[in-house]
């Protein structure tokens, strides 16, 4: 019931500069924490950047200086400001949402995904 939807991805030159996107849309929720995951050809998806309720912030080693993470709660949507992009950083960006659904007096606790979008990073 819910859906999460990610934003920003294209076509930049290497020492450039994107900004994702990821909203999530539905009814009767809450976020615990919001990942971004990205997936190259042929290799495995790997974790990007997360980000805690309380707005803790973890980066793969590969992207810690260049990424930073955001969220804006009232509008349960998280960022990643990419920069100084790098040809490996290529692929396609999926973001994650460990979250909390109520209906009446129950509830369930998984994860959503969103879509991904891709980055191309160019030489």
């Known amino acids: 019931q819910v859906q999460l939807v990610e934003s920003g991805g294209g076509l930049v030159q290497s020492g450039g500069s994107l900004r994702l996107s990821c909203a999530a849309s539905?009814?009767?929720?809450?976020?615990?924490?919001m990942d971004w995951y990205r997936q190259a050809p042929g290799k495995q998806r790997e974790l990007v950047a997360s980000i805690t309720r309380g707005n803790s912030a973890n980066y793969g080693d590969s992207v810690k200086g260049r990424f930073t993470i955001s969220k804006d709660n009232a509008k349960n949507t998280v960022y990643l400001q990419m920069d100084s992009l790098k040809r490996k950083d290529t692929a396609v960006y999926y973001c994650?949402?460990?979250?909390?659904?109520?209906?009446?007096?129950?509830?369930?606790?998984?994860?959503?995904w969103g879509q991904g979008t891709l980055v191309t990073v160019s030489s």
């Open positions: 539905g009814s009767r929720f809450s976020i615990y924490a």
């Open positions: 994650n949402a460990t979250l909390r659904m109520v209906v009446g007096g129950t509830f369930d606790d998984l994860d959503a």
